[in-house]
């Protein structure tokens, strides 16, 4: 069947069957994240920049709350590729052959960067905040008695949106592929992304201006990068439905 034969209902089951699949690999993901999450958490707890912070539970509940937020973590990690591939396999009826044979190779290039965008906060960003908070907290006088469950929460939300923001660039080449986007549209939007990803970066750094940098400049790269790589997606696109046209009008006068 067709996608564009396909009731609402043919759709939203085959979207339930993706998701199922998902939910199938996220607990088989949970099983090994379980076990592999004690020794992630005492791996950060022992990095420089948090072995000199006294880290307490200041709630019954916070060791097993780290504990399953870390075995879900490593659990999306582990199943990202499965979790790209069903999305694909979701929207690829609806794509030509050849589209969709390219936009399967964009996997592994999406869980890279995904990987990329972690590390990225992590190995980069997040000493220096550390730093920063900390030598904040010295000249105000403060002393620093940090919740495990906080320090941990605070490091998904630094390094997390970053792997989904390393994603831009296969979006815009998969998107452009699609013919949805086009690097001219792209030049025409860019003084809004570029408001668009200050906001972003103000959101997940402190109120700190070189931190602020640290974050929107990689960014602003990320961006550009996209529009570079929609222009070549743009250009491959127009060749192959040159292609096209010129085999059908081949074709046609063959029949006549």
């Given amino acids: 069947m067709k996608p564009r034969d396909m009731t609402f209902l043919a759709h939203f089951e085959e979207l339930r069957k993706r998701l199922i699949i998902i939910a199938i690999f996220l607990v088989l993901g949970l099983v090994i994240g379980f076990f592999l999450a004690p020794t992630v958490i005492d791996y950060l707890q022992s990095i420089p920049e948090a072995e000199d912070f006294p880290m307490n539970a200041f709630q019954l509940t916070d060791p097993l709350q780290v504990y399953i937020n870390f075995a879900f973590f490593i659990s999306i990690i582990l199943i990202l590729p499965v979790i790209f591939y069903q999305l694909w396999a979701f929207i690829s009826p609806g794509l030509a052959e050849k589209e969709r044979k390219v936009t399967l190779s964009y996997i592994p290039m999406a869980t890279v960067l995904f990987l990329a965008g972690i590390a990225f906060s992590y190995y980069v960003l997040l000493p220096y905040i550390m730093s920063f908070l900390g030598t904040l907290a010295e000249r105000l006088n403060i002393t620093e008695q940090y919740g495990i469950n906080e320090y941990f929460s605070f490091l998904f939300r630094l390094t997390l949106p970053f792997g989904f923001l390393f994603q831009l660039p296969v979006a815009v080449m998969f998107f452009t ?56 997606a743009y250009r491959k696109r127009m060749k192959e439905e040159a292609a096209r046209q010129r085999a059908m009008v081949e074709s046609q006068s063959k029949d006549q």
């Fill in 177 to 232: 592929r699609l013919g949805l986007m086009t690097p001219m549209l792209l030049h025409r939007i860019r003084k809004y992304a570029y408001f668009g990803l200050l906001v972003v970066a103000g959101f997940i750094t402190p109120p700190e201006l070189v931190t602020h940098l640290m974050v929107t400049l990689p960014l602003f790269l990320l961006y550009e990068l996209s529009v570079v790589i929609s222009r070549y």
